[in-house]
């Protein structure tokens, strides 16, 4: 049985999550993770439920104990799984736990794919003045690494999470950004011409014959 920890956030394999701990079921399961070496799940809660599918998570670092009880910790995602069935405590324990089954992630992906996914990000990131740096490599890095990054709704970002193959991840993050892109430059036109509204324009009149 895996340790839980339901969340209303998506988490990826790889990502550093940073929380503060402050309810005594969570708490037990801090220590649990620090004296036993164990890994916990988090799961996201979305629109009033539990999903079914989360990512495994390793405690990396206590970063500071409060004289309450409270801590800071630093933890990374290392894994996917499925939630087979949900259990409100774990067996003598407070936290939540639950049966689940690890899904195995493919982790590479084509290099044309990648350079393409990449050169799309770059264009949004241009066009909303974001100053995130994006890898320069496209053999070296995962979808899952910008995808709290390119405008996807949290329903979207848990799909994302679902998608084992790597190319699969970033051929969807493709197709989000074809549809995003022609709506952000649209947006950013609009801008621009209700910033020219009440300037002083140099307009050439046309000829007439």
């Not at 495994?56 to 104990?65: A, G, H, N, S, Y």
């Amino acid at each position: 049985m895996l340790p839980l920890f339901p969340l209303q956030i998506v988490v990826y394999p790889g990502e550093k999550l940073n929380l503060h701990i402050f309810e005594p079921r969570y708490k037990q399961l801090m220590q649990a993770c620090e004296n036993e070496n164990i890994t916990f799940g988090v799961v996201p809660f979305l629109d009033g439920r539990l999903t079914s599918f989360g990512t495994e998570v390793v405690l990396t670092e206590v970063q500071k104990r409060y004289d309450n009880g409270e801590l800071d910790v630093r933890t990374q995602g290392i894994g996917l799984f499925h939630l087979d069935e949900f259990f409100k405590t774990a067996p003598g324990k407070l936290y939540p736990g639950g049966d689940v089954t690890r899904v195995d992630i493919v982790y590479d992906g084509t290099r044309k794919l990648g350079g393409h996914l990449l050169s799309m990000a770059r264009s949004l990131f241009s066009m909303l003045s974001i100053e995130k740096e994006l890898p320069a490599d496209p053999d070296r890095f995962l979808a899952y690494d910008i995808g709290h990054y390119v405008g996807l709704s949290q329903q979207q970002e848990y799909e994302l999470l679902c998608i084992a193959e790597e190319n699969e991840r970033r051929e969807y993050l493709i197709e989000h950004l074809e549809q995003l892109l022609p709506l952000v430059r649209e947006t950013e036109e609009l801008k621009r011409k209700v910033r020219m509204n009440g300037h002083f324009r140099n307009l050439t009149p046309p000829e007439f014959l």
